[in-house]
Nanobody, 115 residues
Framework: QVQVVESGGGLVQAGGSLRLSCAAS????????MGWFRQAPGKERGMVAL???????NYANSVKGRFTISKDNTKNTVYLQMNSLKPEDTAVYYC?????????WGQGTQVTVSS
């Protein structure tokens, strides 16, 4: 059974940093893509950063230069290092795993940035 579990959210002041982790389990093959999406109250869920199993990355314009996505293939784990956080980064962050044509979502982790 494929599962996706996020960790690392919390409360931080503007300008601070947080690192999110996303661990996938139950995989028999390498994942296709893993990444992070976020959803703020009253807004649609949007892509933050994606990484392929080969290491190609894609970022939302709003986080370029501040966030870095990385992976550990041996652990099927993806990380999101978030620096220079802004209040507008406040949202629930969801991890998405793309695996054998199916997207699996984590339960979400809250990130709150105070001004």
């Amino acid at each position: 059974q494929v599962q996706v579990v996020e960790s690392g959210g919390g409360l931080v002041q503007a300008g601070g940093s947080l690192r999110l982790s996303c661990a996938a389990s139950g995989l028999s093959f390498s994942f296709n893509t893993m990444g992070w999406f976020r959803q703020a109250p009253g807004k649609e869920r949007g892509m933050v950063a994606l990484i392929s199993s080969g290491g190609s990355t894609n970022y939302a314009n709003s986080v370029k230069g501040r966030f870095t996505i990385s992976k550990d293939n041996t652990k099927n784990t993806v990380y999101l290092q978030m620096n220079s956080l802004k209040p507008e980064d406040t949202a629930v962050y969801y991890c998405r795993l793309g695996y054998r044509g199916v997207n699996y979502w984590g339960q979400g982790t809250q990130v709150t940035v105070s001004s």
